[in-house]
């Protein structure tokens, strides 16, 4: 079995046990991963705080751009997905939390980038507020925040509400264009200057 289908496989099986926690049946493509993590420096030691990473997509895609610079925290509420990771990837520092404690795990104002790979549609009015409380308390003043929405989804009452709060909470909201290689298709909000 190659690498990729090894993943996709661990991705579909943690699906299936903890569907509402995952909320996808695949990971994220290289595609989107490139366009979601375009944010990071290509210069210095920023600090780059990635929620739900999964089995590792956007995770791959981050450590090629530091290229062992700077620091890489992971937090990832499935402790299978975080063993996993650790051990691809020895080299960051993996939490098992939930995104909602951010705050517990990393200095308020440290983050230079948030990347997330939360399924923000799946989580309750409460849920949102709560994780986007943690990452404007996490992510520094000149910092960027990015995250996911599926295309598809982008009319459902939480994706909606999704994007009324980040606008409420950042003063530049971006959304890239839809990312048709991702399977499904994507786009991406890039976002800046957390009020």
Not at 125 to 144: F, I, K, S
Not at 175 to 185: D, F, G, H, K, Q
Request: hydrophobic share 45%.
């Amino acid at each position: 079995m190659t690498a990729a289908a090894l993943e996709r496989t661990t991705f579909l099986r943690e699906f299936l046990r903890a569907p509402f926690t995952v909320a996808s049946v695949t990971p994220s493509g290289s595609m989107l991963s490139e366009v979601v993590t375009a944010p990071v420096p290509s210069t210095g030691d920023p600090v780059i705080v990635e929620l739900g990473p999964g089995t590792g997509s956007f995770t791959a895609a981050i450590q090629r751009r530091l290229a062992g610079r700077g620091r890489h925290l992971a937090v990832e509420i499935n402790p299978r997905f975080a063993k996993r990771l650790a051990a691809g990837y020895p080299q960051i520092e993996v939490a098992v939390a939930d995104a909602r404690r951010l705050p517990d795990v990393a200095d308020q104002g440290s983050g230079d980038v948030i990347v997330s790979g939360l399924p923000w549609a799946a989580f309750t009015p409460d849920q949102q507020d709560d994780l986007l409380d943690a990452v404007t308390a996490v992510l520094a003043p000149h910092g960027t925040f990015t995250t996911f929405a599926y295309t598809h989804a982008q009319w459902a009452p939480s994706a909606r509400r999704l994007r009324r709060l980040l606008g409420d909470r950042f003063e530049e909201v971006v959304l890239s264009r839809t990312v048709w290689a991702n399977l499904p298709p994507a786009f991406v909000y890039h976002c800046r200057q957390p009020h």
